[in-house]
């Protein structure tokens, strides 16, 4: 018989293990406002489209990602070749990520999507970089500003995000 | 990501947040958000299979067009397995060495958080070395 459960809670989850191992809770980030919300000015045939994802992909040729609260971003054209795409990331199991980074970076799902006209068009570069970074404060001070700064100068009409 | 969603989106240009993680995402609360109940690492679908990547995409994009409120979230209808059983093992206690009489315990499974780069091959490390010695690797951000 097929049983289906609920979705998993990482937040207990990480409460129970951090608990388990003798480790301080860790804290996640609870918004206590709502947040902004911006409407789509034209149809998503006609969109310009960001890509943001948080798996720790980089160009073969780039620096790679360390593990101790990388703040740092990589700029990865939208034109790249799949195969030239790597993934450096200690929260999460990279073992399909690296066989097919789509799993975390839908890098070939976007263009085939350009192709067929449901978006307009894939804005020149994508930007990635490593999660699982414990200081919220780091987050929200460094990489928070400068990837909206980005968003506006790219000139997108719309940013689809890839967490991990 | 949630924080980076909401500045992105206070800068006037609107987002979607692709999820695994529904109890986070609820908790930062993005502007936009579609849940995919997989295993972490597969946020944008299965390996290799182009159909499915495309079709979990396309669901996900059309919350642009479908949600109309701050904070809504679709729910995508794919299952990972039949069983969902994947869901019972993640970052569960384990019997330590099989034996009937061991209490279960956590594992510390993470990974060492080194602070050197750390490559998937030794030739991207060549080569990114060589990189940061001629131009400084431009596309690389330090934001430290």
Known sequence: MAQTRPPIDYIQRTRDQYSGLGYPVYRWVESDSPPEFVLLKKPLSECRVGLIASGGIYVKGQVAFHFADDV????????????????????????????????????????????????????ENAYTFMGGIYSARKVREKLAPEFARRAVEDQLDLVLLVPV | MGLIARAIESAGVPTLSLTSALSITRSVNPPRAAFLDYPLGHTAGPAFDRALQRQILLDALAGFETIRAPGGVIELGYAWSQDDAWKDSVMRPRASSGKADQQETFEDDRTPRLNAPQYQTEEDQRLAEAALARDGCPTCIFLD
Do not use: K
């Not at chain 1, 054209?77 to 999460?92: G, K, P, Q, V």
């Open chain 1, 72 to 123: 740092s971003y990589r700029v990865v054209s939208t034109e790249t070749e799949t195969e030239d795409l790597r993934i450096a990331h200690f929260a999460y199991d990279v073992t399909d990520a690296r066989r097919d980074p789509n799993v975390v970076f839908p890098i070939d799902t976007l263009r085939g999507l350009v192709r067929e006209g449901a978006i307009g068009e894939l804005s």
